[in-house]
């Protein structure tokens, strides 16, 4: 029971994290109190301080110049993370020009650093907006261990890539560097839990904050608005 309340709050945290058999249950568990929350939980009127998401007392500058920043923190190994894809890919598509989206993989658990490096080897090739519905797929839907290098190597064959550009890239410096940054960055906004939400480098949300998965662009573009507000004054 305590399972159960804990992983429907469509979160994955450093605390929740079960080994071997009690993970598959976890999930499973997960899958149960997210369809419960789909039928249940009620659209928001507005977003609520303190509640539906927490303003930073300290807010980090942005990386992306003068636009708006909408930072997700995830990992492709994350169930909820792979749940929310779906979602996140047509709002990405309808962002304004104003705002730019990036994702920061965090590193909870061993595995998840390997998935870390995936995810900025196939930035780095440029193939990461095209692969990344594929790699949610492959974990979760193929339960394919993509966190082992050789597995990795040879699923980016299959999807077409250079096997020996993708392991140059894969054990890269510029990989190596953008870890190092990815962990500094979580540690700057004390992420405990994904998919974690960051707008304009000072509002923090996620779906367990809004309700469900499906609520949360809309809760986005709500806080984008509200960046974009308190730019106009300054």
């Known amino acids: 029971m305590v399972i159960l309340m804990e992983v429907s709050r469509s979160t994955i945290t450093q605390s929740n994290l079960p080994r071997g058999p009690m993970r598959r249950r976890t999930f499973l568990a997960a899958a149960v109190g997210l369809a419960a929350a789909a039928f249940g939980a009620p659209a928001f009127a507005e977003l609520v301080e303190g509640k539906n998401y927490v303003r930073l007392k300290a807010p980090v500058p942005v990386e992306t110049g003068k636009k708006i920043e909408v930072i997700e923190f995830f990992s492709s190994g994350c169930p909820h993370c792979a749940e929310l894809e779906k979602y996140l890919i047509p709002w990405r598509a309808k962002l304004p020009p104003d705002v730019q989206f990036r994702r920061v993989p965090v590193m909870f658990q061993e595995r ?8 900025y080897t196939l930035d780095v090739l440029g193939d990461e907006d095209k692969l990344s519905p594929d790699v949610f797929a ?9 966190w082992n290098d050789k597995t990795f190597f040879d699923w980016a064959a299959s999807k077409g890539l250079d096997r020996k550009k ?29 998919p974690t939400a960051v707008v304009d480098g000072k ?32």
Do not use: C
Not at 173 to 194: E, L, T
């Open 203 to 234: 509002f923090v949300t996620g779906s367990d904050k809004v309700g469900t998965h499906a609520q949360l662009p809309a809760a986005l573009d709500e806080l984008i608005a509200k960046a974009r507000a308190e730019r106009s004054k300054s």
């Open 138 to 146: 492959a974990i979760h839907g193929s339960n394919m261990s993509l």
């Open 112 to 119: 998840w650093i390997n998935l870390g490096k995936i995810y």
């Open 166 to 194: 993708v392991e140059d890239v894969y054990n890269s410096f510029a990989v190596s560097g953008k870890m190092n940054r990815a962990r500094q960055q979580a540690q700057a906004f004390d992420i405990q839990s994904v």
